[in-house]
């Protein structure tokens, strides 16, 4: 089955940096990848996805990048802001008669003032 | 349009105890699926329903069942609870078939304790 890689773990910048939030998977035939993020106590919300057939895709100070090749998918925030605090989940989904979410373990992202 | 809602939003049973969680889709969207998420990792496919049929299944054991009903709207059944079921339970609603059905929306979770 697929398997989703997600690093780091945690992730600790200023107000005002960017960050990237790194996955890979293993199953060549995943052709979706939503990131979700989850604040503390609340339902995992959809930001951004990518589909197999788009290298790039943004929104406002989010973008996510898939590179087919090397299995691997970056979720990139500019100009970060503390309520960009948060644990944020890739995951990768392959439609086979039926579509479930292979998720990455998560990333802790803590923005300071 | 109505969000994926779940009840109750916490709950606590004892070890081989029953339980049923209920989630309700959003509007317009015919396939459900659970995942179990426990704490500090990322959701875990439990199982899938579409058309009041279980449609996919992940490695979970067979005390894992649920169901679907004609507006949707799907329970998750867990019996013979052990202490390592205690969890985050998430119903995710997705399009019918066709139409960006790998878009899934969460709801609020169930919150299990099993003591």
């Known amino acids: 089955g697929e398997n989703v890689e997600q690093h780091p773990s945690t992730l600790s910048v200023q107000e005002g940096d960017s960050a990237v939030i790194k996955c890979t998977y293993s199953?060549?035939?995943?052709?979706?990848f939503p990131w979700y993020k989850q604040e503390l106590g609340k339902r995992p919300q959809l930001i951004i996805d990518i589909r197999s057939n788009v290298g790039e895709k943004k929104d406002q100070r989010i973008a996510v990048t898939l590179n087919k090749t090397a299995k691997h998918f970056s979720l990139h925030i500019t100009e970060t802001q503390p309520e960009d605090s948060a644990v944020y989940f890739c995951a990768a989904s392959t439609l086979r008669g039926y579509s479930t979410l292979t998720f990455g373990k998560g990333t802790m992202l803590l923005v300071s003032p | 349009e109505t969000g994926v809602t779940q009840s109750p939003t916490h709950l606590i049973k004892t070890r081989g105890q029953q339980v049923t969680l209920r989630c309700s889709s959003q509007s317009g969207h015919n396939t459900v699926s659970w995942y179990q998420q426990a704490l500090g990792q990322g959701p875990q496919f439990i199982f899938q329903?579409?058309?009041?049929?279980?449609?996919g299944r992940g490695n979970f054991p067979p005390r894992f069942s649920g169901l679907q009903f004609p507006n949707y709207s799907s329970e998750l059944n867990v019996n013979a609870l052990e202490l390592d079921d205690s969890a985050l339970y998430l119903c995710?609603?997705?399009?019918?078939?066709?139409?960006?059905?790998?878009?899934?929306?969460f709801g609020p979770g169930t919150r299990l304790t099993v003591l």
């Open positions: 329903y579409y058309r009041e049929e279980e449609n």
């Open positions: 199953d060549s035939a995943s052709n979706y």
């Open positions: 995710a609603s997705s399009f019918p078939r066709g139409t960006n059905t790998d878009t899934q929306y």
